[in-house]
């Protein structure tokens, strides 16, 4: 009998042990999503999961703890819009810094890669329909940022699907997720509202969710459609494909974003990646330390802030403005300038960014508020200066300024006298400092992790085989269905024909009584 309890217990364990399958879908946009993957990547490997990513050329992120598939888009003769040389994918910096942050800003021939990239996915995907072993897999996740064609994929496999949304969710593919999306407090993308709206807010706050699903419907989504079901001629509607999804991990968390009604199988992971830092490299360290009682400012606005994308007068500015601080400034900037940098500016190619904002040394971040950056900020209790460059970066500012964690820039308006007193206003008024350390305290009061949380959810998925239960039937219902249209087309017609009724009764009895009384006199 105890042999028995013996053995019944060694497989107990094995098979708790035993890992699953987990495919890693990234798009061909948006490379700096590699941050996450990697790390989700990785904690899964470590719970002995077999882990394979599959990404676009240009990635620049490794380990050795999962396979990696780097797949190259096919020209075949065609011209790529944002296309190098080498085949990599690259945002187009200089038109993202020149435009404003709308909707109409966005580059419509931003399709023309992404339906290349769905293409180049479908034709290789006997590289990864199974693991390296010769197994299905258990679950796919997807950062599904113009990567409905992972989706595609993953519903040809027949496997559960977990979504990954780097930003708060108020715009592109999350609008068909089936969350709620109340119009009089949730604001929408690109608009930087809050979630107190006056009453012409709220008008155009409805507007742009309107145009925004329009937009994201019949321009992003269905060009896309027309490309997987050449290939994949049974495949749904990039919409149904996402309300079909399993879990949805979503890249914030409730120390920012505004609160708002979310379904039960949606998962903030905001800050998944974040950690206790690190040493720094012996140079970078006595750099820092250098820099006495002072401390140091942080400057990274990614990649589009590169010497030959911003204006020159931009950079001068930018300069002039370090120039006058008694703190010392790493600075993040590519290529050849055309200007003196201050010897209290150490100008770097790449930083270990996260580290460094760990740092007791570091005092400011001067960020073009992207998710990543700011996410870092926040964990390591680091106030903000924040110039947004594109898209949802003027909404991520927007609940930093509601949190009182930022000062803000216009990137349309930069002139020396503003960028130094913005950056004096961040160092000198400490009630930035105290803020952000009482935000810290609330992303950091969790029973779990953003990486636990993310590592249970997946593996929860696993082990409910799609977690079909958590799926509203909010995906079974059209239009008409969902806004209730049909029953107040019904309950109208119903009104309408009583009050008809009514009014026909009335003429009626009305005339009955005057012919009645007509013979009476």
């Not at 992120?61 to 944002?82: A, K, V």
Request: aromatic share 10%; proline share 5%.
């Amino acid at each position: 009998m105890m042999i028995f309890l013996y053995l019944f217990g060694v497989l107990y364990v094995v098979a708790e042990c035993t890992g699953s399958n987990i495919l890693l879908l990234h798009p061909v946009v948006c490379r700096s999503h590699e941050l996450v993957f990697l790390s989700l990547g990785e904690g899964l490997a470590a719970r002995g999961h077999d882990m394979t990513l599959v990404r676009f050329k240009g990635g620049r992120m490794h380990s050795d703890l999962y396979r990696t598939i780097d797949l190259e888009i096919e020209r075949n003769g065609r011209d790529i819009p944002f296309m190098n040389e080498d085949g990599v994918v690259e945002p187009p910096h200089d038109y993202l810094w020149k435009t404003s942050l709308t909707y109409s800003d966005i580059p419509w021939e931003i399709e023309v890669p992404i339906c290349a990239a769905c293409e180049t996915l479908l034709n290789m995907q006997h590289l990864f329909n199974v693991t390296s072993f010769g197994e299905p897999y258990d679950v796919v996740i997807v950062d599904i940022l113009a990567n409905e064609c992972g989706l595609a994929l993953a519903n040809h496999l027949g496997v559960p699907v977990i979504a990954y949304w780097a930003s708060v969710m108020n715009a592109g593919e999350i609008l068909f997720y089936g969350a709620p999306y109340p119009a009089s407090y949730v604001p929408a993308v690109v608009t930087g509202f809050t979630d107190r709206m006056t009453f012409f807010e709220r008008l155009l706050n409805l507007g742009y969710i309107t145009g925004g699903w329009l937009f994201s419907r019949f321009v992003l989504l269905y060009p896309t459609y027309k490309t997987y079901t050449k290939l994949l001629p049974n495949a749904p509607f990039p919409d149904e494909l996402i309300q079909n999804i399993s879990a949805l991990f979503v890249n914030t968390d409730v120390s920012l974003d505004f609160a708002r009604p979310i379904l039960p199988n949606t998962v903030n992971v905001g800050c998944l990646w974040c950690r206790v830092p690190r040493s720094l490299p012996s140079e970078l360290e006595s750099f820092m330390q250098s820099a006495g009682e002072h401390g140091v400012i942080v400057f990274s606005l990614g990649a589009t802030f590169k010497a030959d994308v911003v204006p020159r007068a931009d950079i001068l500015a930018f300069m002039q403005a370090l120039a006058r601080l008694p703190q010392k400034v790493i600075m993040k900037l590519e290529g050849q300038i055309d200007a003196d940098i201050p010897p209290n500016v150490l100008r770097v190619k790449w930083m270990p960014q996260q580290d460094i904002l760990g740092h007791n040394q570091t005092r400011a971040f001067i960020s073009h508020c992207g998710m990543h950056g700011v996410m870092e900020a926040i964990y390591h209790q680091v106030p903000i200066v924040g110039m947004p460059i594109f898209a949802d970066q003027v909404d991520v500012l927007a609940r930093l300024l509601d949190r009182g964690i930022a000062v803000p820039l216009n990137k349309r308006n930069l002139k020396s006298d503003i960028i130094y007193d913005a950056i004096t206003k961040v160092l000198t008024d400490h009630s930035y400092k105290e803020n952000m350390k009482r935000i810290s305290a609330i992303m950091k009061d969790s029973p779990q992790t953003a990486m636990e949380r993310a590592i249970y959810w997946t593996e929860y998925v696993i082990r409910h085989r799609g977690a079909e239960h958590l799926k509203t039937a909010d995906r079974h219902l059209n239009l008409f269905q969902y806004w209730m249209l049909d029953v107040f087309l019904v309950l109208f017609t119903i009104v309408m024909a009583a009050t008809y009724l009514i009014v026909k009764s009335c003429k009626i009895t009305y005339r009955v009584f005057l012919q009645g009384k007509s013979k009476t006199d």
